[in-house]
Structures are given as structure tokens and as C-alpha cells.
T-cell receptor, first 113, second 111 residues
Framework: DGGITQSPKYLFRKEGQNVTLSCEQN?????MYWYRQDPGQGLRLIYY???????QKGDIAEGYSVSREKKESFPLTVTSAQKNPTAFYLC????????????FGPGTRLLVL | DAKTTQPPSMDCAEGRAANLPCNHS???????VYWYRQIHSQGPQYIIH???NNETNEMASLIITEDRKSSTLILPHATLRDTAVYYC????????????FGGGTRLMVKP
């Protein structure tokens, strides 16, 4: 089945620790995105990549880093510089069409211990 | 992107039509209205979009006013599985697919 997978579903981080969230898609989409969602809030864009080896900051990129070495993969690292990382993280991908082509993964819930 | 305003919550009886409004008074001529929904603890799901004509698909209908300053998403026969947060987003079709989600409307379908 085609789709987007995110792992793990739940992730625990200790203070001062970097953690990496995985996102993989087999939809052959060029563009991929990372969003953050806080409880009761909408989604905010962290980073996006429209092509391999290229990515741009979104609205809340501070404390996060990404890489796009392969078309299928867009991992997000939450660094120790992110002071309030507890949130629900959603990965998405889209084709060259409009926003209606954007598909979301199931999300990773990150909790800081 | 044009700003959108949605009521924070709505209730609907199961089997009845759910009408979810969205105001987007600053929409520009080349911007589309998109609707997504997010069931609890899942990723958002695309529902429908339109420019100025009314649109219908297997999930819903979208009614856009003639002046395009507001729209209504209609779920014709709401079921319990339609309980979700519904987001109205205004975006240019060729402006990139980065989406900005506001607070949305939390629709509760009740038996």
C-alpha cells in the first residue's frame, strides 16, 4: 500500500537530548513537510523540502533540523535547543499538484521526561 | 494567505446534515478554499477544495458565496465517524503546498 509512515508512534526525550523522528513515503512525491501540533491548536510548519538535497525553514524552525538525502525520507531532529519540544509531530508529502495532493502520516507524539 | 475564521465548535445529530461555516473576507482572486479534517490523534485528511463554483465529491459539498468571502462545508448525512476538527484553509493553487492550519471547528456528531 502506498502511504506515509512515521516512527516511532511515541517518543520520550530526556532534557538536553537530541532525538530524531523518522518519516518515509512511497508515494513518489517530490515534496515533504514537517508540522508541529500543540494540544488544542492547529498545525504549524517546521520545515519543508520540495526536492532532494534542498529544504527550507517554515514558521517555527528554531531548535529543529532536517535532511533530505533521499526522495523517500525526510527525518526531523529535535535538538536540545528546542526548549518546549513536547508536541504531536506530523509529516506530510505532496506531488507537484496543489495542496489537495498533500497526504499526512499518522504522527509521532514526543514527550519530554 | 487569506485569514480564515471558523466557529470553535459545533454539534450535529447523527444522520442530519452538518454545515460548517468559514469566513475568508480577505481572499484574493486566485486563492482557493481548501477543507481538511483531523480525527483525534491522526494526521489531517483532505476533503474538498474550490475556487468559486460549488463543488461536490463523495465526502462533502462545498458552497462558496458569490463574493467568495465565505464558504460552507456540508456533510449531508453526518455519522459518528465524522466527529473531528475541520480546518478551512485559503491558499493559492500554485503558491506551494505549505499549509497553515488555524484552530478549526471541532464537530461533535451525537447519536
Amino acid at each position: 500500500d502506498g502511504g506515509i509512515t512515521q516512527s516511532p508512534k511515541y517518543l520520550f526525550r530526556k532534557e538536553g537530548q537530541n532525538v530524531t523522528l523518522s518519516c518515509e513515503q512511497n508515494l513518489n512525491h517530490d515534496a515533504m513537510y514537517w508540522y508541529r501540533q500543540d494540544p488544542g491548536q492547529g498545525l504549524r510548519l517546521i520545515y519543508y523540502s520540495q526536492i532532494v538535497n534542498d529544504f527550507q525553514k517554515g514558521d517555527i524552525a528554531e531548535g529543529y533540523s532536517v535532511s533530505r538525502e533521499k526522495k523517500e525520507s525526510f527525518p526531523l531532529t529535535v535538538t536540545s535547543a528546542q526548549k518546549n519540544p513536547t508536541a504531536f509531530y506530523l509529516c506530510a508529502s505532496s506531488s507537484s499538484g496543489g495542496p489537495e495532493t498533500q497526504y499526512f502520516g499518522p504522527g509521532t507524539r514526543l514527550l519530554v521526561l | 494567505d487569506a485569514k480564515t475564521t471558523q466557529p470553535p465548535s459545533m454539534d450535529c445529530a447523527e444522520g442530519r446534515a452538518a454545515n460548517l461555516p468559514c469566513n475568508h473576507s480577505t481572499i484574493s482572486g486566485n486563492e482557493y478554499v481548501y477543507w481538511y479534517r483531523q480525527i483525534h490523534s491522526q494526521g489531517p485528511q483532505y476533503i474538498i477544495h474550490g475556487l468559486k463554483n460549488n463543488e461536490t465529491n463523495e465526502m462533502a459539498s462545498l458552497i462558496i458565496t458569490e463574493d467568495r468571502k465565505s464558504s460552507t462545508l456540508i456533510l449531508p448525512h453526518a455519522t459518528l465517524r465524522d466527529t473531528a476538527v475541520y480546518y478551512c484553509i485559503v491558499r493559492g493553487h500554485n503558491a506551494g503546498n505549505m499549509l497553515t492550519f488555524g484552530g478549526g471547528t471541532r464537530l461533535m456528531v451525537k447519536p
